[in-house]
C-alpha cells in the first residue's frame, strides 16, 4: 500500500508493505543520492534490525549509526550536543542523510536532530512501533523535551520518505501495543465512526492484526488529509489531539514513567468526553462508548491524580494559544469541535 502527502515541495510517499524492511536499499536509493547514511535507533531497536539495514545500505553508501537509550529521558534537550558531535565525527554534510529507525522518541529527536544540523538535511523515517507508526512518523512535527514539559521545542520538518513495516510490530512488548492502540482509536473518534466501530469489533489486537496494513493505512490517510489542509497546526488538525490536552498533563505529572502516551492519551480521551458531556456539549453515552472499545485492547480508563494538580502542566501546553485553551470536543463519535476556554472547563469536573 503506498500513498502520497501532498504538500508542494515537501511532498512525499508513505509506503506500507510488511517485509520492506528486507529491501529498503531499493527504495531509499530512488529517492537519495548523496554519500552518507546516518542511522539514529535506540538499543532496543537497533539489536534487531539496525545491523540489518545497515548491511543493505552499505552496498551503496558510506553508513554510521547512533544507538541512543530507549525511552522518552533520550528526547531531553540537554543530549542533542552529543548527537550533533557525533554526526560531526561521520563527516555528515547537507547532502547526506539521517534515517530514523525506531518507534516515536527515535522519530522526534531524529526528525528535531534532521531538522537542526547544519540547518536542516534530509532523513527518512522507518517507524517500529505501531504508536509511530500510525501517528508520529507522519506529519512533519518534530521535537524534544524540556523540564518544563513533553515536545516544547520543536520544528516542522517533514521527511524525504516513511517506510512503514507491520512486521515489526510482531517484536513489540504488549505495552507497546496499548501505546499504539490509544492513538488508532483516536483516529475513528474525531473523524471516522465506521472506523471505531470497526475497532469495537474485534475481540483484542491479535484479532485486529490480521488486517494490520488496512489498519494503519486508514489512520495514516485520516492524518494526511488532516495535515495537508493543515500545515502548521492551527486550525483542522487540532484535532489530532483529541485527548492529548489532558494526556500531556498525565505523563508530566507521572514523569513519563506510569503511563505510555498513548495510554495517557487513552484516559484524556475518556476523561474530557465525561467532562463534555457533563456540560451538555457531547452526546450522553460517547465516553462510554469510548470505554468500551479501549477495554478491548487493555487501556488504562482513569488515572489517580486530582484535576487541579494537571493544571500547571496543561497550562504549558502547546494548544495554549493567545491565553485561550483549544480542547478537542466530539459532538458524537466520528464528529468532533474545538471548544475554546480558559482553564475554567477542566476544574469544573474531578472525571480524571
Known amino acids: 500500500m503506498k500513498m502520497r502527502v501532498n504538500l508542494e515541495k ?18 531509499i536509493s530512488s529517492l537519495f543520492e548523496g554519500e552518507r547514511i546516518v542511522i539514529i535507533s535506540d538499543d532496543n531497536v537497533y539489536p534487531l534490525y539496525g545491523e540489518k539495514l545497515k548491511k543493505q545500505l552499505s552496498e551503496k553508501y558510506t553508513v554510521g549509526e547512533i544507538v541512543i537509550p530507549h525511552g522518552e529521558p533520550s528526547k531531553q534537550f540537554d543530549h542533542l550536543p552529543e ?11 547537507r547532502t547526506d542523510l539521517i534515517i530514523a529507525l525506531g ?9 528535531f536532530v534532521a531538522a537542526t544540523f547544519l540547518r536542516g538535511i534530509k532523513f ?57 492502540m490509544g492513538e488508532v482509536i483516536k483516529y475513528g473518534c474525531i473523524k471516522d465512526e465506521a472506523f471505531f466501530e470497526r475497532m469495537a469489533n474485534y475481540e483484542n489486537f491479535d484479532a485486529l492484526y490480521e488486517d494490520i496494513d488496512e489498519i494503519i493505512y486508514r489512520c495514516v490517510d485520516i492524518k494526511r488529509d488532516v495535515v495537508e489542509k493543515d500545515l502548521f497546526d492551527f486550525g ?3 484535532c489530532l489531539n483529541f485527548g492529548h490536552t489532558i494526556g500531556h498533563a498525565i505523563e508530566q505529572h507521572y514523569h513519563y514513567e506510569k503511563y505510555s502516551h498513548g495510554e495517557a492519551v487513552a ?10 458531556e457533563e456540560q451538555g456539549l457531547t452526546k450522553k453515552g460517547t465516553a462510554d462508548r469510548i470505554v468500551e472499545v479501549l477495554r478491548h485492547y487493555d487501556l488504562p480508563l482513569k ?43 477542566i476544574l469544573t469536573s474531578e472525571v480524571v
Do not use: C, W
Not at 518507534?103 to 526528525?111: E, N, P, Q
Not at 487541579?308 to 494548544?319: F, G, M, Q, R, T
Open 267 to 276: 484516559i484524556g480521551m475518556v476523561a474530557i468526553t465525561r467532562i463534555a
Open 124 to 180: 527518512i523515517q522507518i517507524p517500529t512501533s505501531l504508536l509511530a507508526q500510525v501517528d508520529s512518523s507522519v506529519g512533519g512535527k518534530v521535537a524534544v523535551d524540556v523540564p518544563e514539559g513533553k515536545n516544547l521545542v520543536g520544528a516542522f520538518k517533514h521527511p524525504l520518505l516513511v517506510l512503514i513495516d507491520p512486521l515489526t510490530l510482531k517484536t513489540l512488548d504488549p505495552h507497546f501495543i496499548k501505546d499504539g
Open 83 to 93: 548527537l550533533y558531535s557525533k554526526l560531526l565525527a561521520y563527516h555528515m554534510t
Open 236 to 238: 483542522d488538525r487540532l
Open 303 to 345: 488515572a489517580d491524580v486530582n484535576t487541579k494538580e494537571l493544571l500547571e502542566a496543561i497550562s504549558h501546553d502547546k494548544k495554549n494559544i493567545n491565553k485561550s485553551f483549544s480542547f478537542v470536543l466530539l459532538k458524537d463519535i466520528g464528529d468532533y469541535f474545538i471548544h475554546k476556554d480558559e482553564n475554567t472547563f
Open 103 to 111: 518507534g516515536g522518541v527515535v522519530g522526534d529527536l531524529a526528525g
Open 10 to 27: 515537501d511532498s512525499y510517499d508513505i509506503v506500507i508493505e510488511k517485509g520492506i524492511l528486507d529491501h529498503a536499499l531499493s527504495s
